[in-house]
T-cell receptor, first 112, second 114 residues
Framework: DQQVKQNSPSLSVQEGRISILNCDYTNSMFDYFLWYKKYPAEGPTFLISISSIKDKNEDGRFTVFLNKSAKHLSLHIVPSQPGDSAVYFCAASGGGADGLTFGKGTHLIIQP | DAGVIQSPRHEVTEMGQEVTLRCKPISGHNSLFWYRQTMMRGLELLIYFNNNVPIDDSGMPEDRFSAKMPNASFSTLKIQPSEPRDSAVYFC????????????FGSGTRLTVV
């Protein structure tokens, strides 16, 4: 039973365009959401987060949007750069449990 | 700070052998987590510790898996006996207690059981 779902295993975007990565969750008790970026042979690194009391958080080229009623969040990267090519994981925390619940990841490929 | 340090980076072992994975968390981080990444299941939480005490091991797949944290600077994940389906990348992460976004992951141990 996947509580955090990333339905697109991969996404290809042209350099300079906007990348939009999507994530859905089922547990309404989640109160904190995070995006992690992972390069091959490295551990995931924290990218951006959002609390459930907000609907948007922005950090430079990265913006995360949260739609609580739809149990959906998205990560926008604009403009996309070659170094953004990586696997992006959506994660959630809360519901009385510690630790993070991860989606399976989306492999973002930025094409020149 | 050197970050979360995991060893070995790669481990190849024969089915039935004992495997021990090691983790050194970031100094001052009170919480430590072990995750496993597979193609089928993605990143799964196996067990986590707060102040060296195991809090939730419900993610540990079977009794063949055990984890210890004898002190604040060291943790082990042991598989005995190992099976081919245990092949995965195992990540250790640490964070200060109560900081929701403060997770730092190690580079992982890629385990192959043949």
């Amino acid at each position: 039973d996947q509580q955090v779902k990333q339905n697109s295993p991969s996404l290809s975007v042209q350099e300079g365009r906007i990348s939009i990565l999507n994530c859905d969750y089922t547990n309404s008790m989640f109160d904190y959401f995070l995006w992690y970026k992972k390069y091959p042979a490295e551990g995931p690194t924290f990218l951006i987060s959002i609390s459930s009391i907000k609907d948007k958080n922005e950090d430079g080229r990265f913006t995360v949007f949260l739609n609580k009623s739809a149990k959906h969040l998205s990560l926008h990267i604009v403009p996309s750069q070659p170094g953004d090519s990586a696997v992006y994981f959506c994660a959630a925390s809360g519901g009385g449990a510690d630790g993070l619940t991860f989606g399976k990841g989306t492999h973002l490929i930025i094409q020149p | 700070d050197a970050g979360v340090i995991q060893s070995p980076r790669h481990e190849v072992t024969e089915m039935g052998q004992e495997v021990t994975l090691r983790c050194k968390p970031i100094s001052g981080h009170n919480s430590l987590f072990w995750y496993r990444q597979t193609m089928m299941r993605g990143l799964e939480l196996l067990i986590y510790f707060n102040n060296n005490v195991p809090i939730d091991d419900s993610g540990m797949p079977e009794d063949r898996f055990s984890a210890k944290m004898p002190n604040a600077s060291f943790s082990t994940l042991k598989i005995q006996p190992s099976e081919p389906r245990d092949s995965a990348v195992y990540f250790c992460a640490s964070r200060p207690t109560g900081v929701a976004f403060g997770y730092t992951f190690g580079s992982g141990t890629r385990l192959t059981v043949v």
